[in-house]
């Protein structure tokens, strides 16, 4: 890796990542960190009592015991202070924010971090900045919910208070649906990989209205309080439940310039009424006549491998050619000015592939043949062989992705599932894995 000096010929220029660790994004941080001359601090979530067991210097921390990790972090980097922070997924990031305010970095605040991975205090603040909201309620899982479920408005949505990807998120139609949905969240919620996040919030369901329309995601950053979207993205497939699982994700978005506008001045509405101050975003809204419905802003970039889907371009930086994603957050993590970095030009797209059932994942045929299908650019298939699958609500992640790229956005649509067409995926039916 080459390593750039400040120009004050001080000390390396060195960016703390916070990740758990099993990220996908670990690997792409590291080539982008090459190519912006920056050397990463990896802080995670592993076991102390080994000595580096994954190789990479890793500074061990517990992001549900914030105060002992950041004393932790701070006595391992003494002597080599980062020069920014950046947090991958929504567990990090109120260690991260904890950390650029005891380092003196900018960031955002701790209690807008905490915000905006719990759904009930997102919702207060978007309410209380008179934003348009849903019905919601929120009570404890271990109390009666009969109440709750006789008197919520139909169609609703039964979500977690802290989980991410749409995981446990059910829509139901009628109170025993309702109750129904309350007990399957009881279970997901006492799984082992949960329960591990030692969560408070874990124990709590928020009920709200079914927001009808259509579904978009902004990728976004913010400076000093200033927002900026470096992408939206359409979600074509009609996302109306009963579960929510995403599936493609397509740039630039077709929606007309105008409601456009009004979905970036509505993600800068939410940031703004959360408390977000400095750093990646990513928000999930809906838009139908009503208006722009803000469902979170994650203080945190984009999950998975799905930043692969963009591409930024800038003749003012050191770079040459295509930034990837993480390139460009490293870069403005250190202070680097990157407001003249612009999406490529090209449609892209990529599909988060779901799990078509339980059991155990064998094989997978038809890759090659849906790598040469035309504008795909790469599959990569993530689900391990031989290991349990689950799908949602209770699972938490996908067989892989396709990610295309095209001249507009349709045809990069189509390229995405004549490739998935082509996917043939041998699960066992293993009842060893239901939850």
């Known amino acids: 890796m080459v390593l750039l000096r400040r120009a004050d010929g001080g000390h390396l220029t060195r960016v703390l990542l916070l990740a758990t660790t099993t990220g996908y994004q670990i690997r792409s941080f590291g080539e982008a960190a090459g190519r912006a001359g920056v050397r990463l601090v990896f802080a995670s979530d592993r076991c102390d009592r080994l000595e ?15 105060t002992r990790s950041v004393d932790s972090v701070m006595a391992a980097m003494d002597a080599a202070r980062p020069d920014g922070i950046i947090a991958v997924g929504d567990r990090p990031v109120v260690l991260a924010a904890r950390l650029a305010r005891a380092f003196g970095l ?22 209380a900045a008179g934003l ?13 919910l009969d109440a709750l479920a006789a008197r919520a408005p139909y169609p609703a949505v039964v979500k977690p208070v802290a989980l991410s990807g749409s995981r446990g998120v059910m829509r139901v139609d009628t109170p025993e649906a309702c109750a129904a949905a309350f007990e399957r969240l009881r279970r997901l919620l006492a799984l082992p990989d949960v329960r591990v996040e030692r969560d408070e ?5 928020l009920v709200e209205s079914f927001i009808p329309g259509a579904e978009y995601a902004v990728e976004g950053l913010l400076d000093r309080g200033a927002f900026r979207a470096l992408a939206i993205f359409d979600k074509p497939d009609p996302l109306d439940g009963p579960l929510f699982e995403e599936t493609i994700y397509l740039t630039p978005s077709l929606a007309p310039e105008a409601v456009q506008r009004q979905i970036v001045a509505a993600i800068a509405g939410a940031a703004r009424a959360i408390g977000l101050h400095h750093g990646p975003i990513h928000a999930e809204c809906r838009v139908n ?12 970039p984009i999950g998975g491998l799905c930043s692969r889907a963009l591409r930024f371009r800038s003749g003012g930086l050191q770079a040459t050619g295509s930034m990837s994603l993480e390139e460009l957050l490293l870069r403005h993590a250190v202070g680097e000015d990157v407001t003249g970095v612009a999406r490529e030009g090209a449609a892209s797209g990529v599909m988060m592939i779901p799990i078509p059932q339980r059991g155990i994942y064998r094989r ?12 795909v650019e790469d599959v990569q298939i993530t689900a391990k062989r031989d290991a349990p699958i689950v799908p949602l609500p209770e699972g938490r992640s996908y067989l892989g992705f396709i990610f295309a790229r095209g001249p507009e956005p349709r045809m990069v649509d189509r390229a995405l599932r004549d490739a998935h067409a082509h996917l043939r995926f041998e699960i066992d039916r293993d009842l060893a894995v239901v939850p």
């Open 52 to 66: 580096d067991p994954w190789w990479d210097g890793a500074i061990p921390v517990r992001f549900h015991d914030e």
């Open 106 to 127: 900018p960031g955002h605040p701790p209690d807008a971090a905490a915000t905006s991975r719990h759904k009930v205090l997102t919702r207060r603040a978007l309410q």
């Open 132 to 144: 348009p909201t849903p019905w919601f309620e929120s009570a404890s899982l271990d109390g009666a």
């Open 201 to 205: 919030a874990h124990r709590e369901v």
């Open 289 to 300: 006549a009503d208006g722009v419905y803000v469902l979170e802003v994650a203080a945190r």
């Open 364 to 375: 997978v045929d038809g890759v090659e043949q849906a790598r040469e299908v035309r504008g």
